[in-house]
């Protein structure tokens, strides 16, 4: 699969991606929707994440941008202190109040999940755009992924908020060791891990 590290200039082409690739996911179109139904608001969201790991050039993606991997490396951060204010007003602006708390203890139980774990690279999103699923875009572009950080010798780590999509992730060497559920219903997140060479 060819792919390439995304750099600023695609950072609106990523979070396009993340936008359509996550508008129905199961986690996060229940988290971020708003009363009125609509989805332009996801735009935004998704490039504070891009934006974020753009800064450890962890964002890679296929070269017209069908699918797109966003990562952080060993003790990376999401979101920088900036972008952490700009986060929570952007959720102050588009998610009522109880839905913005709910949002914050789904962060919370993110975290919480990955925190005890050894050394890794983190797969915070991987996402394929509805144009192009199907064909094995996103499969392959995160298996070059994995071949870089097998390099690395340096094992990986994510969390499948669609179970559908569970069976593509062992198929890759993932491994499932626990999970945790959402916050506004009981869908199931898994904590997946990969040790090197899967």
């Not at 600023?8 to 988290?31: E, N, T």
């Not at 992730?169 to 990969?194: C, H, K, N």
Request: hydrophobic share 40%; glycine share 10%; proline share 6%.
């Amino acid at each position: 699969m060819e792919s390439r590290p995304a750099t600023c200039a695609d950072a609106d082409l990523v979070a396009a991606c993340l936008r359509f690739a996550f508008a129905s996911d199961p986690v996060w179109g229940l988290a971020l929707r708003r009363d009125d139904g609509t989805t332009d608001h996801h735009h935004e969201y998704w490039r504070l994440f891009v934006d974020g790991a753009l800064r450890y050039g962890t964002v890679f993606m296929t070269p017209g941008g069908e699918a797109v991997s966003v990562w952080l490396p060993p003790g990376g951060v999401e979101l920088a202190d900036e972008q952490i204010a700009a986060l929570e007003h952007f959720l102050s602006q588009n998610l009522a109040p109880d839905d913005q708390k709910s949002m914050f203890e789904l962060y919370r139980r993110f975290e919480a999940s990955r925190a005890p774990l050894p050394e890794h690279y983190y797969l915070s999103m991987l996402g394929t755009h509805p144009d192009h699923r199907g064909r094995g875009v996103g499969q392959g572009l995160l298996a070059a992924d994995l071949a870089r950080w097998d390099t690395e010798r340096t094992p990986t780590y994510l969390e499948s908020s669609n179970a559908g999509n569970n069976h593509r992730y062992e198929r890759l060497g993932y491994r499932p060791i626990g999970g945790f559920s959402a916050v506004r219903d009981d869908t199931w997140i898994a904590a997946m891990w990969r040790d090197v060479g899967g």
